[in-house]
């Protein structure tokens, strides 16, 4: 299937995107999937599942080198020019070392979360700094306005000055200048509006707090990944419904984990196209609400049609297959495949197991030294 969908892309350009889900938080995870997913589609083209005796019992590299296995493959077969991702240090040490030639990019809604976290540090930092918590909002959606129009610019040095611009532009029209020596704001005449949170006064302090966020180095930095506005929303769905397939409170040896992964690829990647659902009478589309308690409005969500898995008796017929055209006993010795976890160890443990029976009996020697 996997070589299918690549059959596809062989004549492009591509841009993936990737992002890694651990079976239980950070340290103690002990397998860890990486999908890659072609951006422009939503397919998932590739899959890493490792398990933390791959790496050494370290579970923290095992994103890393996951992706760093899902690069090399996909390198081998298809032009990959762009990869996105989370954007944390490990990885972007290794796209900068490893993959000098791809263009590495960050999820501008994730960064869009960071940004409102430092808004409400400068506000919580010091007392009178409450004006720009009230602009939060409009902080936020200005940084997506400036990647939206960065990306329409080819070159990423263009593309990269503009976004800055534009971004520091925010520093006029908050104090209600729209028009400066230097340029001028791109929206209509503004209307009175008595939602609007009030106008900034450079000669006061809230307008240093507004400087200290718009004015972060580490933000200005950071902007070279955000040129090409992406966003990776549709990952975050697929890891959420691979979950159906491998629970995280339930532990899963790594083959039987791999399978259930790759079976959610296959689900996601049969079910990307379907139809959006009309009513009982025809026609319309239909929709969903829900309340978002943080902006406070109601989002609507289209629903689409059932799923309908018609690639199940597909599989089940390759498996028979495979079986009836299978001449040896099913009794027989099957070794394990070359990259399962339990040719490294047979355990995640750090020590060398020890049998139940000897547990017992040393528990037992130290409760008799105690009394
Ligand atoms: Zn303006």
């Not at 062989?10 to 992002?19: E, S």
């Not at 909002?137 to 503009?162: G, K, R, V």
């Not at 929206?187 to 008595?194: A, L, T």
């Not at 040393?362 to 409760?367: I, L, P």
Request: net charge positive.
């Amino acid at each position: 299937m996997r070589e299918e969908l690549w059959a596809q892309f062989a004549n492009d350009d591509l841009t993936v995107c990737g992002d890694g889900q651990c079976d239980s938080p950070g340290f103690s995870a002990k397998n860890l999937c990486y999908y890659v997913m072609e951006m422009i589609t939503g397919y998932v083209i590739e899959i890493e599942v490792l398990d933390k005796r791959h790496v050494g019992l370290k579970s923290s590299t095992m994103e890393k080198k996951a992706l760093n296995h899902c690069l090399q493959r996909l390198q081998r077969v298809l032009n990959v020019i762009e990869v996105c991702t989370d954007a944390s240090s490990s990885i972007k040490k290794l796209i900068a070392d490893e993959f000098k030639t791809l263009f590495h990019s960050l999820d501008v809604w994730h960064k869009a979360k960071s940004i409102r976290k430092s808004i409400q540090k400068v506000v919580a930092s010091t007392k009178g700094n409450d004006k720009v918590g009230k602009w939060s909002n409009q902080i936020i959606n200005h940084f997506w306005h400036c990647c939206s129009i960065a990306s329409e610019h080819e070159d990423t040095t263009e593309a990269l000055a503009a976004m800055k611009d534009k971004w520091l532009s925010l520093l006029h029209h908050a104090c209600n200048e729209h028009e400066w020596t230097t340029g001028r704001c791109n929206h209509e005449e503004m209307e009175p509006n008595e939602e609007h949170p009030p106008w900034f006064d450079r000669r006061e302090q809230d307008y240093e707090a507004l400087q200290k966020v718009v004015l972060e180095p580490s933000l200005l930095d950071s902007f070279k990944y955000y040129v090409k506005f992406r966003h990776t929303g549709s990952l975050e769905c697929l890891n959420s419904m691979s979950l159906a397939y491998a629970a995280k409170r339930t532990s899963y040896k790594y083959r039987f984990y791999k399978a259930r992964k790759q079976l959610a690829a296959i689900d996601w990647n049969y079910h990307l196209d379907r139809k959006v659902a009309v009513g009982s009478k025809g026609g319309e589309a239909r929709y969903s609400r829900k309340y978002n308690q943080r902006t406070k409005e109601w989002n609507t969500r289209i629903i689409k049609v059932d799923k309908d898995y018609d690639y199940i008796p597909i599989i089940m017929a390759k498996v028979f297959r495979r079986r009836m055209e299978d001449v040896l006993h099913t009794d027989r010795h099957v070794s394990l495949s070359e990259n399962d976890p339990e040719r490294i160890a047979s355990t995640i443990a750090h020590t060398a197991p020890v049998s139940s029976k000897e547990l017992f009996e040393r528990h037992q020697t130290r409760f008799e030294t105690k009394k």
